[in-house]
T-cell receptor
Framework: AQSVTQLGSHVSVSEGALVLLRCNYS??????LFWYVQYPNQGLQLLLK??????LVKGINGFEAEFKKSETSFHLTKPSAHMSDAAEYFC????????????FGGGTRLMVKP | EAGVTQSPTHLIKTRGQQATLRCSPI?????VYWYQQALGLGLQFLLW???????NRGNFPPRFSGRQFPNYSSELNVNALELEDSALYLC??????????????FGPGTRLTVL
């Protein structure tokens, strides 16, 4: 079964600093990969997705992620953090044709200091 | 375009009761998914419905059940509620099940509290 690991349940950065949220998956076959953001008391919003096209994926709100097959990683980055980026971020994978379920990582809470 | 909607927003029940949660997918979406987000347990897949049929089920007991109606809306039922069922229940929908990438759009969730 797929597993997703997000290193660091809490990440704190200063406003304007680089944001790096880590995600590693377990499958030997590259799955579909997603990053979602969850603001307090809300559902999940899709930030970006990897579907075997370009390895560098650009998403909304200035976020991007790079798929690295050799490292089985899909880390999320943003060059300059804003206060409004404070939220919980989830990496998710979906195996090709494997029941369409999303397997989520444990989530990373991003805190942005002024 | 309206997003995924869920009702109610909050639901309070006592142990042993039944809870019914509802979800309306984005117009044109035929698949509905249910996830449980419990404190300390993260997001876990519960059920997937497509074209009125249950297509896949997560590792949950049979007292978690549901159905999908002809208009593609869905209902999640939780029988014999236990304290650990307290969680945020998220519904998601997608356009097509197999053969395409699985981009799921999520609703705001129903917060179920079991006392």
């Amino acid at each position: 079964a797929q597993s997703v690991t997000q290193l660091g349940s809490h990440v704190s950065v200063s406003e304007g600093a680089l944001v790096l949220l880590r995600c590693n998956y377990s499958s030997s076959v590259p799955p579909y990969l997603f990053w979602y953001v969850q603001y307090p008391n809300q559902g999940l919003q899709l930030l970006l997705k990897y579907t075997s096209a370009a390895t560098l994926v650009k998403g909304i709100n200035g976020f991007e992620a790079e798929f690295k097959k050799s490292e089985t990683s899909f880390h999320l980055t943003k060059p300059s953090a804003h206060m409004s980026d404070a939220a919980e971020y989830f990496c998710a994978v979906s195996d090709h044709g494997a029941g369409n379920m999303l397997t989520f990582g444990g989530g990373t809470r991003l805190m942005v200091k002024p | 375009e309206a997003g995924v909607t869920q009702s109610p927003t909050h639901l309070i029940k006592t142990r042993g009761q039944q809870a019914t949660l509802r979800c309306s997918p984005i117009s044109g979406h035929t698949s509905v998914y249910w996830y449980q987000q419990a404190l300390g347990l993260g997001l876990q897949f519960l059920l997937w419905y497509d074209e009125g049929e249950e297509r896949n089920r997560g590792n949950f007991p049979p007292r978690f059940s549901g159905r999908q109606f002809p208009n593609y809306s869905s209902e999640l039922n939780v029988n014999a509620l236990e304290l650990e069922d307290s969680a945020l229940y998220l519904c998601a929908s997608s356009f097509s099940p197999a053969g395409t990438y699985n981009e799921q759009f999520f609703g705001p969730g129903t917060r179920l509290t079991v006392l």
